[in-house]
C-alpha cells in the first residue's frame, strides 16, 4: 500500500520539479533532472546522511524512469495543469506524508535514536523541494510558504508515538495520513503559515 | 591513455571553475575551492551516491594540487583566455566525454544495474559543473546552452553499447571520444539546443 | 576543553544561520534548519566525503538540540545583537578554530593523507557557512570578505605541523588557538582580503 503512495507521490514531485525548471527556461533534459532529484532527492541525502547505501533508487531502475517520465509528460501537459492545480497539490500532500513515514521507517530499522528518525522522516519528505529549489535558483519556499515542513514534523511525530504505543501499522498509515493531509489541505485553505523571522542588519555576516 | 586525458580535463574543468568565480568577484581562495569543485565534484557525488568509498581525489592528491593550480594560474591569464577560447572548449569536450567514460566504468565495476551505471557517468560528466552554477549563484547552464548533458548521455550509451558487444576497449574508447567530441563541437558550431521548456504560471509552487 | 570550545561555537554558528535566514525572511521552521545546517553541515560533508559512518551528530542529539534552540534563540535577541557583534564574532572565529582543528582531527585518525587532513579542517571550518549561503541565496561570503577560509587553512598547517613535531596537545591547541583568534581578529580589524579575481566576459561558459 505505502509502496502505491510511494509512486504516485515520486510521480506528483517529479512533476513539481518539471513546473520549476520549466520557470528556468530549463531545456527538456534539464526537465528530466530536475524532476528525478526533486522526487528521489530527499531520501537520496537521507540515505547518504544515514550510511544507508546502495541508496535506494539504485537499486530500483523502476523509480528513475518514473520521475524522469513525469517530468517529460509535464512539458506536455503544462499548459492544462492549472485546472489539476487541486489535484496535484492533493498528491504532493500525499507525498509529504508518504516521504516522512518512509524516511522514519528506514532510520528505525538502522537503530537511530528517536531525534534522528524524525530528522530523517523530515529531510525524506522536504529535501527534494530544497534541492529543487537550489538549483532553480530560489530561497526554499518549504521554509517560507503554508505549513510544510511543519506538517512532515507532525506526522513523523505521530507516526513514532502510535508506533511506539504498539498500534498496528495499518492503522498508524491511516492516522498519519488523514492527520497529515489534514494539517496540509487546512493550511493551504486558511493560509496557516509560521511566524517569520525578518532580520535586516546593517552589514553583518 | 585514459588516464592522461583526464588530467587535462580536471585542468580544463579547473579553469572553468575559476572564470565563473572571477566573475563573482571571489577572492583567491574561492577561485581554488571552485576550481577543486568544478573539476572534481561530479566524481565525488558519484563515488557518494555509488557508496564508493574512499572517495577518487583522497586517495591522489595530484588532482588536488593538479585542480588548484589549474584555478590559480587561471587568474594570471585570464586576460589573455579569449584568444585560447576554441582550445578551451575542445579541453572542456575532451573532459566530457572522459568523465563519462570513467563513470561508466566505476559504476560497472561496482555492478549496478545499467541505468544507474549511464547515470553514473553523466553524473561525474556534468555535476561539477552544476556544482559550479550553484556556488557562482547561476541557474546551470548544462540545462539551458547547446547540447551537453545530451552529449554525455549518448557517450554513455555508445561505450556501454560496444563493452557490450565485446568491442576492444582502446577501440570503444576511440570511437566514443570520436563520436563525443564530433557531437559537441557540432552543437557549439551550430548552436544546437534541446528544446526548451517554459512555464509561467499565475502563482505556483 | 575542545568539546566546550566546540558547543560554543556550534552555538554561535547556528546563530549566524538564523540571522542569515532572517534576511530572507524565513519562516522559524527554516531558521531552525538554516541554524543546524550552518552548525553541522561542514562536519557532515566532512563526514560523508571521509566516508565516516555513522555521521557524528547522529550519535550526539545534544548537538541537534543545541543548534536549533540556538536559532530560535536568535529570533527572540536578534534585535539586541548589534550590540553583540563583537562578542558574536569573536564566538564565530573560536569556533572556526575548533572546527578545524576537529576536522584535522577526524582525517587523521582515518589515515588520511596530509593536503586531505588540511582539507578535511578546511571543510569542517567554512562548508557550514556555505551551505548557509546557497541555502539562503548569496554568493558565499567566505570566499569575498576578510581572511577566513585562509584563517582556517593556516590553522591546519600550524597545528598539523605543530603535532609533527611532536608538541603535546595541549600546547598545540593553544598555540592554534591564540594564532587563529589573533589572524581572524586582525583581519576584520584591519579589513584584511586576498586579493580578488575579476573576470567579465562576453559571452562565455
Same mark, same amino acid.
Given at each position: ?23 528556468? #527556461?530549463? +531545456? ?18 537521507? +540515505? ?28 506536455? %501537459? ?5 485546472? /489539476? ?27 537511530? #535514536? ?8 523530515? %529531510? ?10 537550489? /538549483? ?26 502510535? +508506533? ?7 492503522? #498508524?498509515? =491511516? ?11 487546512? =493550511? ?5 503559515? /509560521?511566524?517569520?523571522?525578518?532580520? +535586516? ?5
Amino acid at each position: 500500500m505505502l509502496t502505491y503512495i510511494y509512486m504516485i507521490a515520486i510521480t506528483a514531485e517529479g512533476m513539481s520539479g518539471a513546473l520549476a525548471a520549466g520557470r528556468r #527556461n530549463m +531545456d527538456i533534459f534539464g526537465v528530466g533532472v530536475i524532476a528525478f532529484t526533486t522526487a528521489l532527492g530527499g531520501g537520496t541525502i537521507r +540515505d547518504i546522511l544515514l550510511g544507508n547505501f546502495p541508496v535506494t533508487w539504485t537499486q530500483h531502475p523502476i523509480y528513475i524512469y518514473l520521475t524522469v517520465s513525469a517530468g517529460l509528460l509535464t512539458v506536455v %501537459i503544462a499548459r492544462f495543469m492549472h485546472h /489539476l492545480r487541486k489535484l496535484f497539490l492533493l498528491l504532493d500532500a500525499m507525498g509529504l506524508v508518504a516521504f516522512t513515514i518512509i524516511g522514519c521507517s528506514v532510520a528505525l530499522r538502522l537503530e537511530y #535514536n528517536l531525534v534522528v528518525v524524525i530528522m530523517a522522516g523530515m %529531510i525524506t519528505g522536504i529535501f527534494g523541494g530544497i534541492l529543487r529549489d537550489v /538549483l532553480c535558483q530560489r530561497v526554499p519556499i518549504v521554509f517560507r510558504e503554508e505549513l510544510y515542513a511543519s506538517v512532515s514534523f507532525l506526522v513523523a511525530v505521530l507516526y513514532l508515538a502510535l +508506533d511506539s504505543l504498539g498500534v498496528h501499522q495499518d492503522i #498508524n498509515l =491511516a492516522a498519519s495520513f488523514a492527520f497529515g493531509l489534514t494539517m496540509r489541505i487546512a =493550511a493551504l485553505y486558511w493560509g496557516l503559515k /509560521l511566524p517569520t523571522f525578518s532580520y +535586516d542588519p546593517g552589514r553583518w555576516h
